[in-house]
């Protein structure tokens, strides 16, 4: 008999949705069909059928063509290129759950190298502006049970977030906002029409790379002062009446996105974006949230936080002490300048999304990929590692776009001999301490690990 598994969570975007239903084989191998999920959750767990994924690592060979071989050899190989990196970087995460970013710590620390993730090139800039003027944010069922406004500032949700809108903030009838989308006003700012700006009922067509202008005539406004005819291609009583309405709001909700962090003064108009925000609340109640872009993207930020003290751009090169500085220690910058002399790749795929530069210099020292599936970085790397997918065949815990721990289910039994990331990285890091015969730390202390292979003999 199929069995249906209710309250499934969804390993795709920063909506993290957690009411999905899916109906999987009697034997707990197949996915049959997906319920409440928007077309690309629905996708991705379809996907985890296909009879093509990896089941073994794959090696690249001296002729360039690409090899099988077992796990030990992969553990091995990466256990001994790490220790023999000066400066490696382990980049990714956005796509796996918290116990492989928090196993994945152990390792970057014994190896002295760079962990960075996809907030690099994502919310980086949030981070740095949140650093200098806070986050003066909420949690999403905030959004839906009380903002009465709601403004998406350079994202489009109907394409990133597929059910954000009816989740979370235009549609769903919350607790104070009973009458859903008729109570809600919907400003959307973008250069272009997007299928969210459509359903807004206030659409500012600013010119393109000119948010900070049009921030600042926001809170001139807001302020009492006069602006200039045009801000930012937007007319002058668009931008006052636009105001008026966030100002008269109960609760006024503002999502942002890239629109905002990748186009000219990047973590300046997250600055100023909050600065509105904080100008706001002498009004009315108002909450700022980035609208992160993978299901636990916003999980190394918690778990590395916890673990090193920063979010991201974390360089244990020093061995002593943890340090960070975006623009010296970020991915991007680092592999620009050649710095880094070994590449980790984990739940990311840096081959299609760096710039061709960037990988052009990563490419030339090793290069090994921790992925479920093949993706470009995977057939560029020298050591491909097949992992469980996270929320599909391995459980755990993920962190949504507010901060909000959600734990995901497994809804199959995954493939026979394939570890999740957690057990991946605990044995590439025992396998490290069994090389530099040192004692490994906090592992002996995992009692409840699930995956009892101890091969250390230095573990006792
Ligand atoms: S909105 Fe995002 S989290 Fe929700 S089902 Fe779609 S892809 Fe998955």
């Known amino acids: 008999m199929p069995k249906l598994i209710t309250g499934v969570g969804c390993p795709y975007c920063g909506s993290s949705c957690d009411d999905l239903e899916v109906l999987v084989s009697d ?14 959750g629905s996708n991705l767990f379809h996907h985890a059928n296909d009879p093509t994924r990896p089941r073994l690592p794959r090696q690249r060979q001296p002729d360039g063509s690409i090899k099988e071989i077992p796990y030990e050899e992969a553990i091995d190989y990466f256990a001994k290129t790490l220790l023999a990196a000066k400066k490696p970087l382990i980049y990714g995460f956005g796509s796996t759950n918290c116990e492989g ?19 690099t090139i994502c919310h980086g800039p949030s981070f740095l502006a949140m650093f200098d003027n806070g986050y003066p944010s909420c949690t999403l069922g905030e959004a839906k049970n009380r903002a009465d406004v709601v403004v998406f500032w350079g994202c489009n949700p109907m ?54 202008e ?8 807001l302020r009492g002062h006069d602006i200039p005819d045009k801000v930012a291609g937007i007319d002058k009583e668009t931008i006052i009446k636009s105001v008026d309405i966030m100002k008269k709001a109960r609760f006024c909700m503002i999502f942002f996105g890239m629109g905002c962090t990748h186009t000219d003064g990047r973590n300046h108009n997250i600055d100023a974006a909050i600065s509105m925000t904080r100008d706001l609340n002498d009004h009315t109640k108002c909450s700022i949230m980035a609208m992160r872009g993978h299901y636990n993207i916003a999980g190394p930020g918690q778990v590395w936080s916890w673990q090193f003290g920063f979010p991201y751009c974390i360089d244990l090169s020093k061995g002593t002490h943890a340090h960070m500085n975006p623009g010296e220690t970020s991915s991007i910058d680092l592999a620009m300048r050649d710095e880094v002399d070994c590449f980790v790749n984990v739940g990311a795929d840096a081959g299609a999304h760096f710039p061709i530069q960037a990988v052009q210099h990563l490419k030339k020292h090793p290069f090994i990929v921790v992925d479920p599936n093949f993706n470009m970085a995977s057939e560029i790397a020298d050591l491909h590692i097949p992992v469980r997918i996270a929320g599909v065949d391995e459980p755990g815990v993920v962190y949504r776009m507010d901060n909000v721990p959600i734990q995901f289910k497994a809804v199959l039994k995954g493939l026979p001999g394939v570890p999740s990331d957690e057990e991946l990285f605990d044995r590439v890091y025992e396998r490290m301490c069994e090389i530099t015969l040192t004692q490994p730390i906090w592992l ?6 699930k995956y009892p292979h101890n091969t250390n003999p230095m573990v006792s």
């Open 444 to 449: 002996a202390a995992k009692e409840n690990r």
């Open 159 to 212: 394409h990133a977030h597929p059910r954000h809108t009816s989740r979370y903030s235009i549609f769903p009838r919350g607790y104070f906002t009973g009458k859903g989308q008729m109570q809600r006003t919907v400003i959307s700012v973008d250069p272009r029409e997007t299928d969210t700006a459509k359903l807004a009922d206030v659409h500012l067509m600013l010119d393109q790379g000119h948010d900070y």
């Open 101 to 119: 970013m928090s196993a994945i710590g152990r390792i970057a620390e014994k190896a002295g190298a760079v962990l960075d993730n996809c907030a």
């Open 27 to 40: 034997d707990e191998t197949k996915v049959l069909e997906v319920h409440n999920s928007c077309i690309i």
């Open 214 to 221: 049009l921030f600042d005539a926001f809170r001139t406004v």
